[in-house]
């Protein structure tokens, strides 16, 4: 079992920049790969971006690529999302998920899913 706890979530003005965190714990070492996802209201989640746990090879949505950066501290556990050049439109819940299969990339077929964290970017 995982457990994944989000932080850094909040209210920015557009054009600005949030980073989130996502701690992971317990059997942290069945991990093999990390991501973000989002849920906007009244529409389905989806990808944003992802991060391999021991190679830290990256992939993004094609609606964040610029303006997002993933990274991972495995020291602590923790993958977070860098987001500049903020949009109304990347107003969302943002869930951190991990998954003991590299090959699941931007399905969400992850196995385990934090909370989530409110971003809402204001215009």
Do not use: H
């Not at 991990?31 to 996802?37: A, L, N």
């Not at 299969?101 to 992850?110: E, L, N």
């Amino acid at each position: 079992q995982v457990q994944l706890v989000e932080s850094g979530g909040g209210l920015v003005q557009a054009g600005g920049s949030l980073r989130l965190s996502c701690a992971a714990s317990l059997r942290t070492f069945i991990i093999k790969r990390m991501g973000w996802f989002r849920q906007a209201p009244g529409k389905e989640r989806e990808f944003v971006s992802t991060i391999t746990w021991s190679t830290a090879i990256t992939y993004y949505a094609d609606s964040v690529k610029g303006r997002f950066t993933i990274s991972r501290d495995n020291a602590k556990n923790t993958v977070y999302l860098q987001m500049n050049s903020l949009k109304p439109e990347d107003t969302a819940v943002y869930y951190c998920a991990a998954t003991t299969d590299i090959m699941v990339v931007q399905s969400d077929r992850y196995d385990y899913w934090g909370q989530g964290t409110q971003v809402t970017v204001s215009s």
